[in-house]
């Protein structure tokens, strides 16, 4: 499947004391990221990667993305940009050894709860690890991915919201008095009943 952001690392290319790679989204990449997420823009995205062989056949993941992206302020409707920075760590494994793992991880878990696992078959406590297909891993997919989880869904710009409800405040303090206004010209012509009847006879 074609991504925005894809960068192919392969397993097999990563040596045992690991890879560092940095990739940095290009102009049409950026706009087609910013499609994806349904922002005004994105500026500038990158990701710098740590990573390293995992249970031989596996790979462990660790990055930092950067990203320039503009949003729309829900209060203002006004254009904000935004500075992220958001770390992650992924553990990926092919899936014959990822059916294996979970197997493994369901026994020790239930030993632990029961109070009778060893030490020794207890697995690293990680999250689930995510596939691994044909041993290659898309870092750029990944990272995009992260970028998603990290935009704000309900971006303000700052003071906006206090500004709003000050606007809000105001209106409804003229529409009490407005009101007020009425009732006791209402009241007023309840208080006289003839008064109507008076002001045509004036005509």
């Known amino acids: 499947m074609e991504t925005e952001f894809s960068r192919i690392v392969k397993a097999a290319n990563v040596p045992p004391h690991g890879l560092h790679v940095t990739e940095t989204a290009n102009v049409e990449e950026c706009q087609a990221l910013a499609e994806r997420y349904m ?3 994105v500026k500038h995205f990158e990701v710098a990667a740590d990573i390293r062989q995992w249970r031989k056949q596996g790979l462990h993941v660790k990055a930092l993305i950067k990203a320039d992206i503009v949003q729309t302020c829900i209060v203002t409707l006004e254009a904000m940009e935004n500075n992220i920075e958001e770390r992650f760590e992924v553990f990926m494994l092919p899936e014959n050894m990822l059916a294996s793992y979970l197997t493994k991880a369901n026994k020790a878990s239930k030993a632990d709860k029961a109070g009778k696992a060893d030490k020794a078959e207890l697995i690293e406590d990680l999250d689930m690890p995510d596939l ?3 041993g290659r891993c898309d870092i750029g997919e990944l990272a995009a ?3 998603s989880l990290a935009l704000d869904p309900y971006p303000r710009k700052q003071g906006a919201q206090s500004a709003y409800l000050d606007s809000m405040t105001e ?3 003229t529409i009490t008095e407005d009101n007020r206004e009425q009732a006791e010209s209402g009241a ?3 208080s006289h009943p003839f008064a109507m009847l008076a002001k045509l006879k004036r005509k």
Do not use: P, R, S, T
């Open 132 to 134: 691994l297909v044909d």
């Open 145 to 147: 991915q992260y970028l």
């Open 188 to 190: 007023q012509d309840k």
């Open 171 to 173: 209106d409804n303090d």
């Open 39 to 41: 922002i005004e823009a």
